[in-house]
């Protein structure tokens, strides 16, 4: 039901969000692409999808998405370009040191591993899957932040976690593997809509294969499903 509430893809993440926003070979090299999704996860912490596109944007016109170029610009120089995302001075120290430590110490590649990730400034254990399953195509785990914990308990899919980490770990205890990939999309963006696109996803709800049980869903999530639909004037054939 998650999948089809979200099959059109509509929400900030899915524009903006960092699994969409590095370029791809061709258009660049598979380095570059690396390099560029671990950007774009640095950019993205306490920081709305929008503000990080609008961002790496900047950061593409002023050739600082690649290591070589990076490396060659101060701090305050990088911090002007990406003004505006949460915490710019110390985000462009990060990525400053990062593209030094990736040309000194790695051979100018971005670490390929989860502990080579994390042994860079600034990246932690949920940045790290995400460039991990991104970049080099391997899932490592579900990737939760306090919004997909809070949704998860809502739900009642784990029980009496006190943190995202603990929600993680639950979690990946009885969800088939083959779920894990698309999860952090998916119910990002389902967070997004429910916050900023109530009417649209009313509507989505009420058009998919079961309505009944897709608006059960969403007041699960605390939405006032008829409370909206009254003030909108939509049509709601299931009102309990």
């Known amino acids: 039901m998650l999948e089809e509430l979200r099959a059109d893809r509509t929400a900030p993440v899915d524009r903006f969000g960092s699994e969409?926003?590095?370029d791809r070979p061709p258009v660049v090299t598979q380095d570059e692409l690396e390099?560029?999704?671990l950007v774009c996860l640095m950019l993205s912490s306490q920081?709305?999808?929008?503000?990080v596109g609008a961002a790496v944007e900047r950061m593409r016109a002023a050739n600082l998405l690649s290591v070589d170029f990076m490396r060659t610009k101060s701090f305050d120089q990088v911090e002007k370009v990406i003004y505006g995302v949460g915490f710019h001075k110390r985000k462009a120290t990060f990525l400053v040191n990062s593209a030094?430590?990736?040309h000194d110490e790695h051979n100018g590649k971005v670490p390929s591993t989860f502990h080579g990730l994390c042994s860079l400034p600034g990246v932690g254990p949920k940045m790290?899957?995400?460039v991990m399953d991104v970049a080099f195509d391997q899932c490592l785990g579900v990737s939760i932040d306090t919004?997909?914990?809070?949704m998860l308990q809502q739900l009642g899919f784990v029980k009496k976690s006190k943190n995202p980490e603990d929600t993680r770990r639950q979690l990946e205890s009885w969800l088939p593997r083959k779920y894990w990939k698309n999860m952090n999309l998916v119910w990002v963006g389902l967070g997004q809509e429910i916050q900023t696109e109530k009417v649209k996803l009313i509507g989505k709800a009420l058009e998919c294969s079961d309505p009944k049980y897709a608006l059960k869903l969403l007041k699960t999530?605390?939405?006032d499903v008829n409370k909206i639909a009254k003030k909108e004037g939509l049509d709601m054939p299931?009102?309990?």
Not at 147 to 150: F, I, Q, T, V
């Open 20 to 22: 969409v926003l590095p």
């Open 35 to 37: 390099f560029q999704t």
């Open 47 to 51: 920081t709305k999808d929008p503000v």
């Open 100 to 102: 030094n430590i990736i």
């Open 128 to 130: 790290a899957m995400i």
């Open 147 to 150: 919004h997909l914990h809070r």
């Open 221 to 223: 999530f605390g939405m």
């Open 238 to 240: 299931y009102s309990r």
